[in-house]
């Protein structure tokens, strides 16, 4: 070993040796002087680095400190930083507080902090704010109920679903979806498909059913299909592509062959829609109905048959897809080529030489 990487050795070592052996550095002596920033008369920089440092040090402690500064315009969102992430039961006692004094931005910036921690204690006061004469409160409110969920914030967000300003009915909605998905998550089914129906019964905006649609779908898994189709028929955009994402994210094995049974009843451009969903739920059992699909028919369907044999074809796709690399429609020779040039499987390479 060289002189200077021994040196650098030796260094390595003796800095390794001191961190080792230097006493540990409790989170509560490092508390103190950020505490003592915020409490002075410190520039406003100072005590949002300080904010920012509680964040990761900071204890029930420093509660006091950073709650007081929930009024301030400049300094709240750097407080509320902490408050979100410190584990002290404090934090939510200081919030609810605060909630209850503020108003406007810090009113709202305290809300949200609410629903950022999920207090189940914070509910009885949100349901009350839903119906606030500050419409952004109440939205606000609607969101943290989404986030915290159980019986008695989803009953106070379906109750909101008729409330007579719009924006506050929209974000309600969203926050039962956002319920929904939670129970769906926890095998709550038949809950979570209720949810959803009452947001698509509710006067909100298109987008907001349209997400409610695709997931009263998915709650009902292999049942919810015929209002897949129904959807599909309905002619409206943000239903049939709510549809068309639940086809691709439906996960029961009854669902592929009940999806082929409805695409007769479809028109040539949303069968070859729903042919591409098909195709990305990468059920094999489909080749069948996609090699019909693929010689007879409107053009817009037999060239998405084609794209997905291509994908999801294999050597039995080969007598079908050579006839169709030589149809008198440029559209379908061209894919037909591409498909057979893709196509997987140990046989198909030989099946094209013979």
């Known amino acids: 070993m060289s002189g200077l990487r021994y040196r650098w050795f030796v260094l390595m070592c003796v800095a390794i040796l001191h961190l080792a052996t230097a006493p540990t550095l409790s989170f509560a002596e490092d508390e103190q002087p950020l505490i003592d920033v915020l409490t002075s008369d410190a520039p406003r920089g100072e005590k949002a680095i300080a904010c920012k440092k509680l964040a990761i040090s900071g204890s029930g402690k420093c509660v006091p400190a950073l709650a007081a500064l929930l009024h301030d315009a400049e300094l709240a969102a750097w407080a509320r930083i902490a408050l979100e992430v410190i584990p002290d039961p404090s934090v939510d006692e200081a919030l609810r507080a605060s909630m209850e004094r503020l108003d406007g931005r810090q009113r709202i910036g305290v809300i949200k902090s609410i629903g950022v921690r999920q207090d189940v204690n914070a509910v009885g006061a949100l349901t009350k704010l839903l119906g606030s004469d500050e419409v952004e409160s109440a939205m606000a409110a609607a969101l943290a109920l989404g986030r915290i969920g159980g019986g008695k914030a989803i009953e106070a967000l379906v109750l909101a679903l008729e409330a007579d300003v719009e924006p506050v009915r929209s974000e309600a909605a969203y926050a039962c979806i956002v319920c929904a998905e939670r129970l769906s998550a926890a095998d709550k089914a038949m809950a979570a498909a209720n949810l959803y129906d009452a947001v698509r019964a509710a006067n909100v905006p298109a987008h907001r059913v349209a997400q409610a649609t695709r997931g009263a779908i998915l709650a009902r898994g292999a049942e919810g299909v015929p209002l897949l189709l129904e959807l599909l028929r309905?002619?409206?955009?943000?239903?049939?592509?709510?549809?068309?994402?639940?086809?691709?994210?439906?996960?029961?094995?009854?669902?592929?062959?009940?999806?082929?049974a409805g695409l007769a009843d479809l028109d040539g451009d949303l069968r070859a829609l729903m042919i591409l969903a098909l195709a990305d739920r990468g059920d094999a059992e489909t080749i069948p109905a996609m090699l019909n699909a693929a010689q007879v028919g409107p053009v817009t369907v037999r060239l998405a048959a084609i794209e997905v044999l291509g994908g999801l074809g294999d050597e039995t796709c080969v007598p079908v897809l050579l006839t169709l690399a030589t149809d008198d429609n440029d559209d379908i020779l061209v894919k037909a080529r591409n498909a057979l040039s893709i196509l997987p499987g140990d046989g198909v390479n030989a099946l094209l030489a013979e």
């Open 234 to 260: 309905s002619g409206d955009l943000a239903m049939v592509q709510a549809a068309l994402a639940a086809a691709r994210e439906l996960t029961a094995s009854s669902v592929s062959p009940e999806l082929l």
